[in-house]
């Protein structure tokens, strides 16, 4: 009854009345303190000495604490245990906290934080990815994938390319920023409320850092004000600093970060530096391909294995590379540890394979769109396994290019272009289809499971709670159409409750795209539970058949002479003492993996879209507008048409931001200078294209038994992006009227476009 | 009481939701978003970033302006609670009519214009500014009246199809004439019983003098006072640098600095008056420079942020001073009873210096209004993004031909370029006599390099500034020559 509609989001109208809770919105008890965190000021260095007199003596001051004051273990619990909440002998970059104050107010806080008087003792820091590696500062070893003879593979191609190229980091920039909100309870215990992906790391985590275990901490989170990725492992910091106060105080403590502060110490989606070489022929099929991807992991590995490791998953992208040959080294930087952001290294990884076809294309002569297709993984078990021996079972990238192609009038408009170019000496305009194929589930495969847990009250209205986190998803709706429709009741009638982990136990993050397709089945489990013993209870108290009875639109059919509502049914079971709660819990199938091979099935299903922007530029200023974009995207069977647009609309303009006017910039001190709104520019209402077609791919259920034959949505959408990067390549590659490849750097700021026009230019005379 | 003498008060007043709501004492530094959260505990309105930059913290703040009520977005985390004094303010949580949503709001939940929610509310009181002051508002207007908000969620479509269908919900909604109605008599009450603010609270205070005769007496007795305007920049010092701001001395209530007023040949507009505000006076002149003022930071910055405030504070990448610069703008300047007038340019002397003294502030600016005498005026912004962006370069030509189409007289200005805003001197002399084609141009470009030797820094490196400098002035030949090279024309109004 409500699967496949486009329901409104559950929290619309808390949103647009300003009523809905986020943490630091929540009624605070009077004796609250409010914390602040002092941050290393140098990006590598020795600690002489920290005072911190100044600040303990400040107006309004309760407590300071700094690792001396840790409990349990000083490291912040990633797996590889190489960052500690506070930093001892050694700074490795601007922005690592040293020490945290709590005090009567923020400012106050705020304030006596900045009083510490620290005697730092310089080394030298590095935040060059290339130096990092000519000097193996490595955060993790490096990884090496291979299949085929890539080697052999090179040197028969009847052409051959190299590159290199930069893709730029991202800051996540969600709007509510981080924090945490802690309470301390008896027994020593700690409830923490906080914005959070991931509470169950959290909790974790805390234990280590308090000394305590899993069962004296609770972590709730009722919604974030976005998140997408940045709070899947980071908060972890906050909630241990404001717990660690907490506890030593004996009052609640906020620690609500700054903007400027959140920038400065959170890590981002990582940069990277691409090196490749290809092999192709005429018709720009790829025959041997190498590449090396090195990121900026900042100090610590925190989730950069697994990000680097889904970048070379997602080397491919949509093509079958037959020989191939990837590198992937982890770069240590005296800089943000980074982190997981909507995409998890995926991104990256296909960026540089579309930068490839993109080169192999110009290189060629020909619309970069036919070397794509040429390309592409085949069907029905021809080239059809990727790179890591995964079959791709259900590939429809040519349906969806074919469709695309056409409704977005692609050969028409692409010849338009060229001619437009030709007249028009200084603004130029550039097009491109780019497609995109994204593995769903979590490469460990651990973290692919999930619980619910469901109460039916004796009125018949329901309370269900997941695993999952709202960010702006709108998972919670996804969930609880779920549960109506599995219980053939309103939506109204179900009230999906803030996450807590004392209520759904061992939760993973809602992080790889993969929210609804495990808390929407756990939630099933619960609900299909429920069905079960009401039905068996109804059958024996209505003495019918249980086969005869259905549940619909509210009503409970008890065979054709009887009907009573679902509110009468549980009002009867809970006076029969029949139990009416339930947990559900599930566990994604088929997939494998050995980490050491890097081989198996990391992923249960792909998810597949296509995107063509058309772009014009300015060749005098590199300033430039997107003009239209039209997007066809695989969601499977919608659960909800109206969340999934919103998915892939607001990802895509994520991913524009990413490789267009989002730039990182770190002064030669170390400091990153981007680090508030006024400096880091996401994209504004007045960027989006003028024509924004979406569509969702029509008749394509799942070929895997996910939540109503749905697909994940909220990563791969990002990746459409790309197509406005490449479009602005084209637009510049005009300039020398198609006969070089553009060196454009990402992101493709005005600066990095003029540049690239400039050097066409260059190319262009040294040629003539 | 004498007449045109005024009462001094010692707390401020404003209407929240149709009642004259009077805060008790407070820090005169306090900002309007923490009084709003933490002591009147609305807590709809967000913190995104603090430094009017997100739009998170949008409010809405009515005052009246000739009769009706002029409704502005602003951004609550750097507005001072004490400049409210005798307006009304609406919050997110004023909206609702009972459990009915405002259709600013029912448009945003059916177009499913909210996803994490937490910038939402901001977009509500920037929707409902907009909703409140124009009948009917095109995408383009939308957009711009949206341009300080951000989102990182939706990708805007919706949420700008909400600004376009909100109009079609408002015969559901209860007629509020009748609010309207005591809002205008309750502000016209108080318009008509002036005062002056005196607040104190733990040893700072907060003047608002209704007259230059009080003005300068303040500013002599406290001559480290903070002059605030529209504390686009002061609500920085505070949120961001902490700083302590003993005596803030506001211009918003001295008689006559909200004015603008047009002399022979002159339009001049004073000390307080808005970005918003002198920009469409300016562009009603000088219609080239619309760009530049829809670029110019965003609507609620420019709703609150003062041109004599963009001036004084002298940035080298102020936006305002290039276009000024070559119009031939000038400044007074007032201490005490005492006034001089200069030349914008001879203002600014080095990098956070400028010709003025103690105790002096800009009390206005002086722009030529076009004449037989006015050239060619054009002026180009160049930054990463398109709307709402720190220039990197912003440059200001504007030349005069003689009928031999000669350069008669060349003033070329350049803002983040060097320390201070300034004329490109050498460019200038390379064009003076010159044929206006392309052959002078590639000269006078060449000529920039003696003019300036910018910085690179997070907005740009020192070779695209210059690269840009040089291009700009390019395609300024280009644009009075007959081609359009503008992507304002092509990409935005498409």
């Known amino acids: 009854m409500s699967i496949g509609k486009p329901i409104k989001h559950d929290s619309a109208e808390l949103h647009v009345t300003g009523a809905a809770h986020y943490t630091d919105d929540l009624p605070e008890p009077r004796d609250t303190l409010y914390a602040a965190i002092g941050i290393s ?94 000097q193996q500062q490595f955060v993790l070893p490096s990884k090496h994938l291979q299949r085929g003879q890539p080697e052999t593979a090179l040197q028969q191609a009847p052409h051959r390319l190299s590159g290199h190229f930069q893709l730029g980091g991202q800051e996540h920039f969600y709007l509510e920023g981080m924090i945490a909100f802690a309470l301390p309870r008896e027994h020593g215990d700690v409830l923490i409320y906080s914005s959070t992906q991931h509470p169950h790391h959290d909790q974790k985590t805390l234990a280590s850092v308090l000394g305590l275990t899993e069962k004296d901490i609770v972590l709730e989170c009722r919604r974030m004000g976005g998140a997408f990725g940045g709070k899947e492992s980071q908060p972890a910091l906050f ?71 889904r970048s070379m998953f997602h080397a491919d992208n949509a093509y079958y590379l037959e020989h191939v040959d990837i590198v992937s080294h982890r770069c240590k930087t005296n800089s943000q540890s980074n982190t997981a952001f909507r995409g998890f290294g995926g991104p990256q990884g296909m960026m540089a394979i579309e930068y490839v076809l993109d080169d192999v294309a110009r290189y060629l002569q020909c619309d970069p769109l036919a070397v794509r297709r040429a390309n592409f993984y085949g069907t029905n078990g021809v080239r059809s396994q990727t790179h890591y021996g995964m079959e791709v079972e259900d590939n429809i990238i040519q349906r969806i290019v074919n469709e695309l192609e056409s409704s977005a009038d692609y050969q028409q408009r692409r010849a338009d272009i060229i001619a437009f170019n030709r007249n028009s000496p200084w603004l130029k305009k550039g097009m491109a289809l780019t497609p995109v194929k994204f593995g769903i589930s979590f490469t460990a495969t651990f973290f692919n499971q999930a619980g619910a847990l469901l109460h039916i009250y004796s009125d018949g209205s329901v309370q269900l709670n997941h695993g999952g986190l709202e960010m702006g998803q709108g998972l919670y709706t996804k969930v609880a159409q779920v549960v109506a429709e599995e219980l053939q009741i309103p939506l109204s009638q179900i009230r999906c409750t803030a996450t807590r982990t004392d209520k759904v136990p061992n939760a993973s993050a809602t992080a790889a795209s993969s929210g609804s397709d495990l808390n929407g089945m756990a939630a099933q489990d619960a609900a299909r539970t429920l069905k079960q013993r009401l039905t068996e209870f109804a059958a024996s108290h209505y003495g019918v058949d249980a086969a005869s009875i259905v549940f619909q639109d509210g009503q409970i059919h008890l065979g054709t002479a009887k009907t009573v509502s679902f509110a009468h049914l549980a009002h009867d079971a809970w006076i029969n003492r029949i139990s009416l709660s339930a947990t559900g819990f599930y566990r994604t199938p088929k ?113 895997e038994h996910t939540i109503y034959r749905s697909k994940a949505v909220g990563e791969p959408p990002l990746m459409l992006a790309m197509s406005v990067f490449f479009a602005l390549r084209d637009a510049v590659a005009s300039v020398g009227d198609y006969r070089c490849s553009p060196p454009l750097q990402a992101p493709a700021t005005p600066e990095a476009i003029l540049n690239a026009v400039q050097a066409v230019r260059d190319t262009m005379q040294d040629n003539a | 009481m004498n007449a045109g003498e005024v009462t001094v008060k010692h707390s401020i007043t404003f209407m929240l939701d149709g009642q004259a709501h009077t805060p008790p004492p407070f820090a005169p530094d306090t900002t309007l978003l923490n009084y709003l959260r933490e002591h009147l505990y609305r ?243 000088y219609p080239s420079l619309r760009e530049l003022h829809e670029r110019f930071a965003s609507l609620p910055i420019r709703n609150a942020g003062t041109l004599g405030g963009n001036i004084a504070n002298g940035s080298p990448i102020g936006d305002s001073m290039p276009a000024l610069l070559v119009l031939g703008a000038r400044i007074r300047l007032r201490k005490g009873d005492a006034t001089r007038e200069l030349p914008l340019e001879a203002f600014y002397l080095a990098y956070q210096q400028k010709d003025l003294a103690a105790g002096e502030f800009v009390e206005a600016v002086r722009i030529p209004l076009p004449n037989a005498a006015t050239g060619l005026l054009r002026c180009y912004k160049i930054s990463k993004r398109f709307e709402q962006d720190i220039s990197a370069v912003c440059a200001a030509f504007h030349i005069q031909l003689d009928a031999k189409e000669r350069v008669t007289e060349a003033r070329i200005a350049y803002g983040g370029m060097a320390g201070i805003p300034k004329r490109a001197s050498h460019c200038e002399a390379a064009l003076s006599g010159q044929a206006w084609e392309q052959a002078s141009v590639t000269a006078a470009m060449k000529a920039l390099e003696h003019d300036f030797q910018p910085l690179t820094d997070m907005r740009a490196s020192a070779t695209y500034r210059m690269n840009v400098a040089k291009n700009l002035l390019l395609k300024y030949l280009l644009e009075t020559t007959g081609e359009s090279v503008s992507l304002y024309a092509t990409g935005v109004q498409a």
């Open chain 1, 41 to 134: 000021q140098q990006a590598h260095a020795r600690l002489r000495s920290v005072n911190l007199d100044a600040v303990r003596q400040a107006a309004g001051v309760i407590a300071v604490i700094t690792a001396a004051d840790i409990t349990g273990v000083n490291h912040l619990g990633g797996a590889m245990q190489d960052e500690p909440v506070f930093a001892t002998d050694t700074v490795e970059y601007i922005g690592q906290a040293i020490f945290a104050v709590a005090a009567t107010s923020v400012e106050a806080a705020r304030r006596a934080a900045r009083l510490a008087v620290i005697d730092y003792d310089p080394l030298p820091h590095n935040l060059d990815i290339q130096h990092a590696v000519e």
């Open chain 1, 239 to 309: 909630a241990s600093i404001a717990a660690l106060l907490a506890l030593k105080t004996q009052r609640p403590v906020k620690l609500r970060l700054d903007r400027d502060d959140d920038i400065t110490i959170t890590g981002k989606r990582h940069c990277f530096d691409i090196h490749y070489e290809a092999g192709f022929n005429d018709a720009g099929l790829l025959q041997g391909v190498k590449l090396v991807y090195a990121s900026r992991c900042g100090i610590s590995a925190d989730l950069s294995g697994p990000v680097n490791d």
């Open chain 1, 591 to 703: 997939i494998h993996y050995d980490p050491q091979t890097m081989t198996g099935r990391p992923f249960y299903y792909f998810a597949y879209g296509a995107a063509v922007s058309e772009v014009i530029i300015d060749t005098l200023t590199g300033e430039n507008r997107v003009v239209r974009v039209d997007i066809l995207h695989d969601v499977g069977q919608s659960l909800n048409p109206a969340l999934d647009i919103g998915q892939i609309e607001g990802g895509f303009i994520q991913g524009m931001g990413w490789l267009t006017t989002e730039q990182l910039w770190w002064d030669n001190s170390g400091r990153l200078r981007t680090h508030a709104p006024s400096t880091y520019k996401i994209p504004v209402a007045g960027d989006i294209p003028t024509q924004f077609t979406v569509k969702l791919l029509d008749n394509n259920a799942n070929v």
């Open chain 2, 43 to 285: 807590k709809g309105t967000k913190e995104g970033c603090a430094e009017g930059d997100c739009g998170a913290c949008t409010v809405v703040v009515a005052d009246l302006q000739h009769g009706s009520v002029r409704y502005r977005a602003l951004n609550a985390c750097i507005q001072l609670l004490a400049t409210l004094d005798g307006k009304a303010l609406f919050t997110v949580e004023s909206l609702q009519h009972g459990k009915q949503l405002h259709p600013v709001q029912q448009a945003l939940v059916d177009c499913h214009a909210s996803q994490c929610g937490f910038c939402t509310p901001g977009f509500v009181m920037s929707l409902f500014a907009l909703y409140q002051n124009q009948p009917n508002a095109s995408r383009l207007q939308i957009s711009q009246a949206l341009s300080g908000n951000l989102c990182r969620c939706t990708g805007y479509r919706p949420i700008l199809e909400a600004g376009e269908r909100m109009y079609e919900y408002a015969h559901a909604f209860p007629n509020d004439d009748l609010a309207e109605t005591t809002l205008i008599t309750t502000l016209t009450q108080w318009a008509q019983q002036p005062h002056s603010l005196l607040l104190e609270h733990d040893g700072k205070r907060f003047c608002a003098p209704t007259s230059l005769g009080k003005l300068a007496i303040l500013l002599e007795r406290y001559p480290d006072a903070t002059l605030l305007a529209g504390a686009t920049d002061v609500g920085l010092w505070i949120t961001k640098q902490h700083r302590d701001l003993p005596t803030l001395i506001s211009l918003n209530k001295v008689a006559g600095l909200d004015q603008i007023t047009t002399h022979a040949g002159w339009l001049e507009i004073a000390a307080a008056v808005s970005l918003e505000a002198a920009f469409q006076a300016i562009v009603a002149h």
